[in-house]
């Protein structure tokens, strides 16, 4: 069922009697990225995916966005649904607002998976780099920056192997409104670092990543799993960044074993 809250293009599934699954997508792309893994926790769990603010079907407005807004939208989604105790389930961009609504709220949820996503706010060149995709997007460049961003996102076999998911998603992500999509990269150029608070998270938490991401590699994810008590890394061997679409079977897999390990 599709719902529009609060200007967010909100998608529910299953038994709103099930435990609560959210799901939040990465940057330049929409709620559909997880699909495959709404098909299939719906069958047992009240699956909750919603375009982010400025992305996708939800609303853009002046496309001024702050991470923290996009916190107070899951966590304004969370109220108006009454959800009990949702898994909290985020890659990359939706990853950053997962750890900062952890850090606000923890006790709202009942565990964490993220994917292919980091604690460290942007670094300098981080921020440059920003700044400089938003300079090409003013010069009118918008689809270039999409395709060669998105690009960069999965791993080369993915590319090679599934080349027309692969286009669907990249003409997908050229879709989007490019003011929702600057919005979006001074949001994410604007967020805290959450790595203080990593140490005190007290929830179940997975921690997901693809073997080829370049943006959030294992190298940067393993020590920011270590860093929670209760955390299990999992490695999606040939996987880019974007996992829930490069190998959704081991994704689902490794969602499911946390989710029975930890009775939720
Ligand atoms: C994402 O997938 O959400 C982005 O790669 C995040 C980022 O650009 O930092």
Request: hydrophobic share 40%; net charge negative.
């Amino acid at each position: 069922m599709e719902k529009l809250i609060n200007g967010l293009s909100v998608f529910l599934s299953g038994n709103y009697k099930s435990k609560p699954i959210i799901f939040v997508h990465g940057f330049p792309f929409d709620r559909l990225m997880w699909n495959a893994q709404v098909e299939e926790f719906s069958m047992n769990y009240f699956c909750v995916t919603f375009d982010i603010r400025g992305l996708g079907e939800s609303s853009v407005e002046d496309g001024q966005f702050t991470m923290e807004g996009f916190v107070d939208d899951l966590e304004f989604l969370i109220d108006e649904l009454k959800l009990n105790k949702p898994i909290l389930c985020g890659l990359s961009m939706g990853g950053y607002i997962s750890l900062r609504a952890i850090e606000r709220f923890q006790n709202k949820f009942s565990g964490l998976i993220l994917c292919d996503t980091k604690s460290e706010a942007d670094d300098n060149q981080g921020k440059l780099k920003r700044a400089a995709a938003i300079k090409q997007i003013n010069s009118g460049d918008f689809e270039n920056f999409v395709e060669t961003f998105v690009q960069n996102c999965f791993g080369e076999r993915f590319v090679k192997e599934n080349n027309s998911e692969y286009r669907m998603v990249v003409d997908r992500s050229k879709k989007n409104n490019p003011l929702g999509v600057k919005g979006c990269l001074l949001a994410m150029a604007g967020r805290t670092d959450t790595t203080e608070s990593l140490s005190g998270i007290n929830l179940p938490a997975l921690i997901i990543c693809g073997s080829e991401d370049k943006l959030s590699p294992p190298n940067v994810m393993k020590p920011m799993s270590e860093k929670i008590s209760n955390s299990k890394f999992v490695l999606i061997e040939g996987a880019g960044h974007m996992t829930p679409i490069e190998n959704p079977q081991e994704v689902i897999s490794a969602i499911k074993e946390f989710l029975t390990q930890n009775d939720l």
